[in-house]
């Protein structure tokens, strides 16, 4: 099987732009998590989303926000960028809620 | 989520065992310990799980104390390739799929 896919890989905003970032999960996963990782803070939970439907909110603004589709892939957005949302963020599927996840590479956004 | 506690470096020398050690002294009863690594820059990588029996699998072992207030993850013959943060996580099986990552260790295996 394919692993969790996120597009873009890397990308590059200016401060108070929106970004969206996408993520895919393996084939069959019905759950999808999202993650930040910083140097400073490190892995953050942002949320989770199940048959479409965000079941966990992690402790972040406003600006954070997502949403999953009916073939389970899922979005995940950041309006009015600041330099401190610099990171990776990590998607992670698992089949479904309670069961192990498994991660994608991540994207890599740096916000200038 | 009951916290866990793990050193934050080892060094294993290739081919040797590598023996993680993690505390979760306020672990519940319904509260998992999963291990995960993140080798550099990539995604963590799902190792390993288990409630209260010793667990293994085809990359490692999970050894919980009887008491489940601490656990031990062993990789059987540490290679370079095995060089990353490994993290143990508590999560309660009810309560989503929410982790919570703690500072991990390093562990840096050495030829």
């Known amino acids: 099987k394919a692993g969790v896919t996120q597009t873009p890989r890397y990308l590059i905003k200016t401060r108070g732009q929106q970004v969206t970032l996408s993520c895919s999960p393996i084939?069959?996963?019905?759950?999808v998590s999202w993650y930040q990782q910083t140097p400073g803070q490190g892995l953050q939970f942002l949320f989770e989303?199940?048959?479409?439907?965000?079941?966990n909110k992690g402790n972040f603004p406003g600006r954070f926000s997502g949403r999953q589709f009916s073939n389970s892939r899922s979005e995940m957005n950041v309006s009015t960028l600041e330099l401190g949302d610099s990171a990776l963020y990590l998607c992670?599927?698992?089949?479904?809620?309670?069961?192990?996840?498994?991660f994608g590479p991540g994207t890599r956004l740096t916000v200038t | 989520d009951a916290k866990t506690t793990q050193p934050p470096s080892m060094d294993c020398a290739e081919g040797r065992a590598a023996n993680l050690p993690c505390n979760h002294s306020?672990?519940?009863?319904?509260?998992?310990v999963y291990w995960y690594r993140q080798i550099h820059s990539q995604g963590p990588q799902y190792i390993i799980h288990?409630?209260?029996n010793n667990e293994t699998n085809e990359m490692a072992s999970l050894i919980i104390t009887e008491d489940r207030k601490s656990s031990t993850l062993i990789l059987p013959h540490a290679t370079l390739r095995d060089t990353a943060v490994y993290y143990c996580?508590?999560?309660?099986?009810?309560?989503?799929?929410?982790?919570?990552f703690g500072g991990g260790t390093r562990l840096m295996v050495k030829p």
């Open positions: 992670a599927s698992s089949q479904s809620m309670s069961y192990e996840q498994y």
């Open positions: 288990g409630l209260k």
């Open positions: 084939s069959g996963h019905r759950s």
């Open positions: 996580i508590v999560r309660d099986y009810n309560a989503g799929n929410m982790l919570t």
């Open positions: 306020t672990i519940s009863g319904n509260e998992y």
């Open positions: 989303y199940f048959s479409e439907t965000q079941r």
